[in-house]
């Protein structure tokens, strides 16, 4: 693989035109800021921070790192973009949210890149949340060292390193500590940078943590620290350098701890003039005067160091008028990359093979990850409980482990951010993550990670960086589970917008859909009940299918027809449209009114089946959206509404939605329990009061 050189470094030959190079480059961060300052009323349209006074420890980072390495570059890193080679001209592409910005389209903001270029470190999608880069930057590190330590990786010279950059403050986030846990745990190549100018917006250090993170870090055994002045750039690059070395030879995390001033406003705002009472102090660290004064110690005269200077004004001012006259984004760019296209358009593979016997849908589930994996040594499955010891609280990855082995099937902390997040850069490495959230009750710690990193990775990188990741969640109320054991999760699921979602209520159906979802390119939710995976509970016996043949496959978007009815003339008929669950209280149910009861199982719930829906909706005239969950504000009022939208004029009676009582939780008590939940026998009454509108 051929790659462009780094950066001379300050131990090669000619220094000089190195710190020259460097200064240039601090005088155009320098010169970002004070321009954006002079052009606020057009460059603040859109909110931006800068790096201001975080020039030196940002550019010997950005100045060392290889295009083989990955890069999480938070809002006020554009001095760490400046030094890995991205130009003015495309950073004021995305201040002024510009067409051709070459991080997002024009679609968020100043210093939040999206880079995937040959000669340039990656950077997958960073986003504006405070500390949740260090979770997929940490998982960025873990793929890393999974493909080393299973002969995937790419030969390199100098071996590939994760750095994750974080401001002070975003690390009392506990899900920067999850991250830091895993790094020491797993020992993983990555570099944490951390600078510190004692500001979380308006409030100070003194009195938002209890240590700064020199101490804080030392709990987390296993990761090494360095505390230096930031603004002291030849002392940045050594130590950068030193840890760099460390982590590509020896595969183990470090952390600098950089202690730098803030000069510009937290962002444009926020203005620092409104709350601070340091700025006199902070203006004597200003890292630029310090580098201009090595320049002298060096030789440089005054009059190179200005032609430097004038040079990067004119070019700055001459890439601002550029920006400015850029192209907008079209109204129909607003349309594109909310997915990748995914291969798997139509069902294939023999659903029914002759000579098998029935297989419980957990075990439908368990072949189809033992076929991905043996075929896809970039497969592979980590959450709580699923190694070898138990294989899952519900057996569903029981001899995984024993087969591939604790590195592609391992445990993980209860870490519910870290699980979902992580993929992001598991993905990005170009692996193909299965995870797994033990209950659906306890994926509420996760949510921000797949809100906001997962789900919106491909969006807003403009299509460069989707996230491929299979998360499945355990899911439904079964044998007095409890409130939380029990709950049903799909309606604040369904809300994520860049995420598929599948919810199967068969065996074959879950292998067919398990397939799709790791052939799929887009991250995908794997809703699988718990009641259904042995069909236990009298009346799902037919969740227990034949297993479906290896190349067995289920494209999203298709519902399943459970059973169909034709229209009549003298009675009235409905169609229940359902899923999970539900599919067996309609059968159960239609049993009492034969002939006349259509139930249509949505397989999928994103992307959704609208035209099977509508179709059987027109059929009948009349429908009821069933589901588990409670009914108020759900999911499957949603889908009523679209069919009142779309079939008004074709129905005969309300769209009735038939769920769970609107209560906070399942309770543990079986009376209760069944008081709360839907079933086949309440189900028959909403059906003959239907028929009989």
């Known amino acids: 693989m051929e790659l462009t050189q780094p950066k001379k470094n300050i131990n090669e030959s000619n220094l000089e035109d190195f710190l020259k190079n460097a200064y240039r480059l601090m005088f155009t961060a320098k010169s970002l800021t004070e321009l954006y300052e002079e052009e606020k009323r057009v460059a603040s349209k859109y909110v931006h921070a800068t790096s201001r006074g975080h020039e030196a420890i940002q550019l010997a980072v950005g100045l060392q790192l290889l295009p083989q390495d990955f890069l999480s570059a938070y809002y006020r890193d554009d001095s760490i973009l400046l030094g890995i080679g991205i130009t003015p001209y495309e950073l004021m592409l995305q201040l002024l949210a510009k067409r051709d910005d070459p991080f997002s389209g024009g679609r968020t903001y100043y210093s939040h ?5 040959n000669d340039m470190p990656k950077i997958p999608h960073q986003s504006s949340a405070t500390g949740m880069q260090a979770i997929p930057t940490t998982g960025v590190a873990m793929g890393l060292k999974y493909k080393e330590e299973l002969g995937l990786a790419e030969d390199f010279d100098d071996k590939p390193i994760a750095v994750c950059s974080l401001g002070d403050a975003s690390c009392t986030e506990g899900e920067v500590a999850e991250a830091f846990q895993m790094a020491a745990l797993k020992q993983l190549p990555i570099l944490y940078l951390v600078q510190d100018n004692e500001w979380d917006i308006s409030a100070h250090a003194s009195e938002i943590r209890a240590q700064d993170m020199s101490k804080y870090i030392q709990g987390f055994e296993g990761i090494e620290a360095r505390t230096i002045d930031g603004t002291d750039f030849i002392k940045s690059y050594e130590t950068v350098k030193e840890c760099i070395r460390i982590i590509r030879e020896e595969r183990r995390p470090m952390m600098i701890h950089a ?3 803030l000069l510009n406003h937290h962002t444009s705002g926020v203005r620092k003039e409104w709350y601070r009472d340091d700025l006199e102090e902070a203006a004597t660290r200003d890292p630029l005067p310090k580098l201009r004064e090595k320049l002298s110690e060096f030789g440089i005269e005054d009059s190179e160091v200005s032609t430097i200077e004038n040079e990067v004004l004119n070019l700055v001012k001459a890439d601002y008028q550029r920006a400015l006259q850029a192209e907008d984004p079209r109204p129909e760019d607003l349309f594109t990359h909310d997915f990748v296209p995914t291969p798997i358009t139509e069902e294939k593979g023999i659903r029914v093979p002759e000579g098998k016997v029935p297989t419980v849908m957990v075990d439908c589930a368990l072949f189809a990850i033992r076929e991905i994996m043996d075929k896809h040594p970039e497969s592979l499955l980590y959450g709580q409980d699923v190694g070898a010891r138990l ?3 519900f057996r569903e990855a029981i001899t995984l482990a024993g087969q591939f082995g604790d590195k592609r099937v391992f445990n993980t902390p209860i870490q519910e951010a ?4 992580s993929t992001v850069g598991m993905s990005a490495v170009g692996l193909k993550p299965i995870v797994e959230v033990q209950f659906a009750d306890y994926i509420w710690p996760g949510l921000n990670q797949l809100f906001t990193e997962v789900a919106r990775s491909c969006y807003l990188s403009n299509g460069k960086w989707p996230v491929s990741m299979i998360l499945r969640v355990p899911i439904g109320a079964y044998g007095s589970g409890g409130p939380y054991h029990s709950s049903s999760v799909e309606s604040v699921l369904t809300n994520i917008k860049g995420i598929k979602i599948a919810y199967p209520s068969t065996g074959a159906d879950l292998k067919g859909l398990m397939k799709s979802a790791y052939y799929d390119p887009n991250p995908v939710v794997m809703l699988e009940h718990k009641g259904l995976y042995w069909s236990k509970i009298a009346g799902t ?5 034949i297993e479906p043949d290896e190349d067995y496959i289920i494209p999203f978007g298709k519902a ?3 059973l169909l009815v034709d229209s009549q003339k003298e009675q009235s008929t409905l169609t229940i449209i359902t899923y999970g669950m539900g599919v067996y209280w309609a059968s159960n149910a239609a049993k009492d009114f034969e002939g006349r009861v259509e139930i249509i199982d949505l397989r999928t719930l994103a992307p959704l089946d609208e035209n099977r829906i509508f179709e059987s909706v027109r059929k009948h005239n009349r429908c009821i ?16 509404a679209r069919i009142s939208d779309t079939c008004f004029r074709d129905l005969d009676a309300p769209v009735k939605v038939v769920g769970a009582e609107n209560m906070p939780a399942i309770p543990l008590n079986s009376v209760l329990e069944e008081t709360m939940l839907p079933n086949a026998e309440k189900l028959k009454i909403q059906i003959d009061q239907l028929l009989k509108y």
């Open 113 to 117: 890149p999206s880079l995937r270029r």
């Open 541 to 545: 016996e037919e969740a227990k299918t």
């Open 259 to 261: 202690k730098v001033p």
């Open 391 to 393: 294989g899952g609280v």
């Open 560 to 562: 399943r027809e459970v």
């Open 418 to 421: 870290f699980i979902i997040g």
């Open 625 to 640: 959206v069933l589901t588990e969950e409670p009914v108020q504000n759900s999911f499957a009022q949603s889908i009523a």
